[in-house]
């Protein structure tokens, strides 16, 4: 059964800090992984989506990698700011469903 | 239009009642989900159709009744519900089961 770890669970530091969030997953097999934000009581919003053959995926200040034979995903976000306060989730998609992580509560203190 | 939408935003019913929940996309994703989320915990998969058939029903009880009428819509038919079904509901959909998915912004669900 795939099981998907988040770490840390909960993060703050002061804006401007370059930070990452880490995601394992048990199983390799898996055909795609997403990072998701998601803000209080809203629905999830896409990050990042990398292909099980890709390594990494860019967009603004957010860069994810993937390493598939190690089950392990980071979350890289560049000079944080107090807008980018919100829990992240990574899930892993094994083919016809995501599977998500419990996600990191992250805090930009301005 | 890339946005996955939700009726109601909120909802609140008691245990004897008979609700719907609606979702629709107009992406021509092939694939909708159903998710479930309780407070502070991450979602759960509900069910999955992909070309308007039921394909993933992860053991949900039958007082939460899914309908997909057409490839755009997706409804979640609730009866009877418990009180420890009140949770955020989402709905989501991909262009094909194992593509990106794209969620809408959920329905609060209250059950008294």
């Known amino acids: 059964k795939q099981e998907v770890t988040q770490i840390p669970a909960a993060l703050s530091v002061p804006e401007g800090e370059n930070l990452v969030l880490n995601c394992s997953f048990t199983?390799?097999?898996?055909?795609?992984l997403q990072w998701f934000r998601q803000d209080p009581g809203k629905g999830l919003t896409s990050l990042l989506l990398?292909?099980?053959?890709?390594r990494e995926q860019t967009s603004g200040r957010l860069n994810a990698s993937l390493d598939k034979s190690s089950g392990r995903s980071t979350l890289y976000i560049a000079a944080s700011q107090p807008g980018d306060s919100a829990t992240y989730l990574c899930?892993?998609?094994?083919?016809?469903?995501?599977?998500f992580g419990a996600g990191t509560i992250l805090r930009v203190k301005s | 239009d890339t946005e996955v939408t939700q009726t109601p935003k909120h909802l609140v019913m008691g245990m004897t009642n008979k609700k719907s929940l609606k979702c629709e996309q107009h992406m021509g994703h092939r694939a909708m989900y159903w998710y479930k989320q309780k407070a502070k915990k991450p979602p759960e998969l509900m069910f999955v159709y992909s070309y308007e058939k039921l394909s993933i029903n992860e053991s949900v009880p039958s007082r939460f009744s899914p309908e997909c009428p057409n490839s755009s819509l997706l409804n979640l038919h609730l009866h009877a519900l418990q009180p420890e079904d009140s949770a955020l509901y989402l709905c989501?959909?991909?262009?094909?089961?194992?593509?990106?998915?794209?969620f809408g912004p959920g329905t609060r669900l209250t059950v008294l």
């Open positions: 899930a892993v998609n094994p083919g016809n469903k995501l599977v």
């Open positions: 990398i292909q099980s053959s890709q």
């Open positions: 989501a959909s991909s262009q094909d089961e194992g593509q990106e998915q794209f």
């Open positions: 199983d390799s097999a898996i055909y795609n």
